[in-house]
């Protein structure tokens, strides 16, 4: 029995007739948006019609002129197809269902393109198809996946069809679908290089990747282990410099010790390179790691008291609160003005305060990253903030002045009511650019812009104090620090001109000057457990370990 759906080579572009018509031959022309019944499907392959069932075989040339019977005996017509060219073939065909067994194609020839994965006219339809469109066969009785490529009937739209049919051309290559979570991934370890099974360390700030995380075990420096359990007695005059640490590529703002005595050989230095580091101070002299999280210079940076994390803020309106241990940002807030100062609540480690280019002063919640108060006064700038009496009042420096008093230069505020408790503190025309309190007597120092060091005292109505005044340095608009020694002996701040001045704090004389550095020396502390260690930093962007 014949078995095999020929084809006349004819010229597609003839003239179309009615639909439904019959050719010279006896063969029916192609109806427009007769769709294929589903499951239908050409194969290079021949198809018996038998008894018992359709069995594949091989085709021959032969059998390329014979017409195809159906089940009644019925003889198919020749379809109608385009052009004479081999490769110019429908892409619906007749094909076995996969599910069968018994199916079977050769594999002895070569594989070669397929001639049957061209396009055809849209709305063509396979007369043979047409044909058998009301018969009932074999394989219609069977419960197969319809194929994903049958047309759908009463479409109309030729457009529909042809995208249907171009997507039909990669049915071979299908890609399985990718999280847009792991897309992601895969573009950024693209871009940087990197594996797609290794993510960066830490957090990112803005996209950038966060810092590799500091080993901060219990290590205990071995100049600082004889000093853990003994009681600090006196504070002794540093003469010589013992490490001079250099690294920053722009000015120093500020140095502070690590606030735990057992890890106290790591200092802190903020920079205007817009960077932060953490330093091996006492052993080595080295960089233990450097914080490139912001985007303008850092203008303050602190230890949080538990001496495992570090809240920097600086002119990018940025602030960021990193773990140490871990590398990652614990918080991170913007800012709506450049800030300039950061102070921890002395009781509340959560809770810290900070000011910049702003007439409000602002304190911050690590655990929620909002803002909880705001202290708001008529000034521009906050210059320094200073935490009194365990932490129910604190006083900010301002910029305020007038031609013959500085009337709220320092302000005393209440924490919990945001009230203010008096703003005519100091009353002279100078700005204050740092506070410093006395860790045994309550008394807080003020450096003031005309080059001297105004002692107050830490109560109401804190009266300044007429009869000290520590002068000799110079300011000259730097933000100058000072600080006293943690017995409450001796008095150090720096200068515009890189000298580093100790006073004593009883008599208000000079007890020693450091040359210290070529340019303005901007901050100086003390250690808190070695009794002759001193930091001090400087504008050229070096700090200097003295002992």
């Known amino acids: 029995m014949a078995s095999l759906v020929a084809y006349d080579d004819s010229d597609s572009e003839a003239e179309p007739e009615p639909a439904g018509s019959l050719t010279a031959a006896g063969q029916m022309k192609d109806t427009p948006g007769v769709g294929n019944p589903c499951g239908w499907d050409f194969a290079p392959g021949l198809l018996d019609m038998t008894e018992g069932g359709p069995q594949p075989t091989q085709p021959g040339p032969e059998a390329l002129s014979s017409l195809c019977e159906g089940p009644g005996g019925h003889c198919l017509p020749l379809a109608q197809l385009g052009r004479g060219d081999r490769r110019s073939c429908p892409s619906q065909r007749l094909q076995w269902p996969r599910q069968e067994p018994a199916v079977t194609f050769p594999t002895s020839e070569p594989p070669h393109p397929s001639p049957w994965t061209t396009r055809a006219p849209a709305g063509?339809?396979?007369?043979?198809?047409?044909?058998?469109?009301?018969?009932?066969?074999?394989?219609?009785?069977?419960?197969?996946?319809?194929?994903?490529?049958?047309?759908?009937?009463?479409?109309?739209?030729?457009?529909?069809?042809?995208?249907?049919?171009?997507?039909?051309?990669?049915e071979d290559c299908v890609v399985p679908y990718t999280p847009k979570r792991l897309r992601q991934l895969q573009a950024v370890n693209t871009d940087t290089g990197t594996s797609a099974g290794v993510e960066p360390q830490g957090p990112s700030s803005r996209g950038t990747p966060g810092p590799a995380p500091l080993c901060v075990a219990p290590r205990v420096s071995e100049f600082i282990r004889p000093y853990l359990d003994s009681q600090y007695k006196e504070t002794k005059i540093p003469r010589k410099v013992l490490f001079h640490l250099r690294g920053h590529g722009g000015p120093v703002n500020g140095i502070q010790w690590c606030p735990i005595l057992s890890q106290s050989h790591m200092l802190l230095s903020a920079s205007m390179d817009k960077t932060f580091k953490v330093w091996d101070a006492v052993d080595s002299g080295h960089c233990l790691q450097t914080y490139t999280l912001h985007t303008e210079a850092v203008r303050a940076a602190r230890w949080s008291p538990c001496g495992q994390r570090i809240l920097s803020g600086g002119f990018d309106f940025a602030l960021h609160f990193t773990d140490l241990e871990t590398g990652t940002q614990l918080f991170s807030g913007q800012s709506d003005f450049r800030i300039t100062t950061l102070k921890f609540h002395p009781k509340d480690h959560n809770l810290f305060v900070c000011g910049g280019f702003s007439s409000e002063i602002k304190a911050w919640d690590v655990r929620t990253g909002k803002v909880v108060r705001g202290y708001k006064a008529t000034v521009q700038q906050t210059l320094d903030v200073l935490f009194l009496h365990e932490g129910s009042e604190f006083l900010s420096s301002t910029d305020a002045s007038s031609r013959d008093s500085a009337d709220r230069t320092i302000i005393a505020w209440d924490f919990r009511t945001s009230a203010k408790i008096s703003n005519q503190i100091f009353h002279e025309r100078y700005t204050c650019p740092s506070l410093t309190l006395h860790p045994r007597e309550p008394v807080f120092l003020a450096q003031t812009n005309g080059n001297y060091l105004a002692l107050f005292s830490a109560v109401w109505p804190y009266r300044m104090s007429r009869r000290r005044r520590y002068e000799g340095h110079k300011v000259e608009g730097y933000a100058v620090g000072c600080e006293c020694s943690p017995d409450g002996d001796l008095l150090v701040t720096g200068s515009a001109d890189g000298r580093v001045l100790l006073y004593s704090f009883r008599t208000a004389r000079r007890a020693r000057v450091l040359q210290g550095h070529t340019q303005a020396c901007v901050g100086a502390t003390f250690h808190p457990l070695l009794p002759s260690a001193l930091a001090t930093c400087s504008w050229e962007g070096d700090v200097k370990v003295w002992h």
């Open 124 to 170: 063509h339809m396979p007369p043979a198809a047409a044909h058998f469109k009301g018969a009932k066969l074999y394989w219609d009785t069977c419960d197969y996946p319809k194929l994903t490529f049958c047309r759908q009937a009463k479409s109309g739209v030729t457009g529909k069809i042809d995208s249907s049919c171009q997507k039909k051309r990669h």
